[in-house]
């Protein structure tokens, strides 16, 4: 195990390639001028670059840049929130439609000071991308909203494309990573995405290299099928800072490949495993085929008729 300050060098294979672009220079430009938050630079993504330079996919965070929780492995800031933007989601509406993105991912900041936990503002946003980019299809990555039925009904009445929510790591090691979460209200979460609309696919994503065993994913992985998850994705943990979880070890490229064809064996319909994994990673290749579809006839349209 590793001790507390004790610093794992990171292996060769985790260099990143970087590609500020004008597209991606642009971006950041404009995100600042719409006040607007990304998971993708306050979570400090090691993707980005591809993301927003290539890609054409962006991950929103709305309700703020201030979280309620201060889970271990989590670069953004925790404290006392803001309050509620209700402008905001028409601001994200009109960054995708600037930004010309092909999927949009909305997560959020966890709200506990929220009744709902922010699935009101979750579901006018969705909508507002909807109406104004109807091309563009849409992801929502929740917390646990603390488990209430009611306020899971509302995010999905706004018929977001997929449902995704993390369950960031195994059992065992849930308390000492995730803040107030836990893990069978995730997955009890996940699972009832299902009873209410049946043909979202639903997503989650576990971190490695924080002390879990093969058994332990392998389990994680079981137990995300019995709750009817379809999609999963597996990354490498990174330290934020030194006041965040240590890095217990680094996995190589081949135990990621492997944990990939095992979570395809094992019946998950679409998964990524690799080092720089991160949840929202190729997203716009996961979505359900009448999505898909949807997205691929409007850009067909659009072709044949710009203006």
Not at 20 to 31: E, P
Not at 148 to 160: C, F, I, N, V
Not at 197 to 208: F, L, N, Y
Request: contains cysteine.
């Amino acid at each position: 195990m590793t001790k507390k300050n004790e610093y794992v060098r990171k292996p060769e294979w985790l260099k990143i390639k970087l590609n500020t672009n004008k597209n991606y220079t642009g971006l950041k430009k404009m995100m600042r001028e719409k006040n607007l938050h990304t998971v993708c630079e306050e979570a400090r993504c090691p993707n980005i670059h591809e993301c927003w330079a290539v890609r054409k996919t962006a991950t929103f965070m709305i309700l703020g840049k201030v979280c309620t929780r201060g889970c271990r492995f989590c670069a953004v800031n925790t404290g006392l929130p803001t309050e509620i933007d209700w402008q905001e989601p028409q601001r994200v509406a009109e960054s995708v439609e600037i930004m010309g993105l092909r999927h949009a991912v909305i997560t959020a900041v966890a709200r506990d000071d929220l009744k709902d936990g922010g699935a009101g503002v979750f579901a006018e946003t969705v909508k507002a991308v909807r109406e104004r980019n109807p091309g563009t299809t849409v992801e929502v990555l929740p917390s646990d909203m603390k488990g209430d039925y009611e306020s899971l009904r509302m995010l999905m009445d706004a018929k977001p494309d997929i449902f995704n929510h993390n369950i960031e790591t195994v059992r065992r090691l849930t308390p000492t990573v995730r803040s107030k979460a836990t893990y069978d209200r995730s997955l009890t979460l996940l699972k009832r995405v299902k009873e209410v609309a049946p043909d979202v696919p639903t997503k989650s994503s576990i971190m490695v290299g924080l002390g879990e065993t093969k058994e332990e994913i392998l389990e994680a992985m079981d137990d995300l099928l019995a709750h009817n998850v379809d999609i999963l994705t597996i990354g490498q943990y990174l330290q934020p800072t030194r006041n965040h979880l240590n890095v217990v070890r680094y996995y190589e490229p081949s135990e990621f490949a492997e944990l990939r064809k095992i979570a395809f064996q094992k019946g998950f319909k679409h998964c990524q495993s690799a080092p720089l994994v991160r949840s929202s990673y190729h997203a716009d290749e996961q979505v359900s085929e009448a999505a898909k579809r949807r997205r691929e006839q409007f850009e067909e349209n659009y072709m044949k008729n710009p203006s």
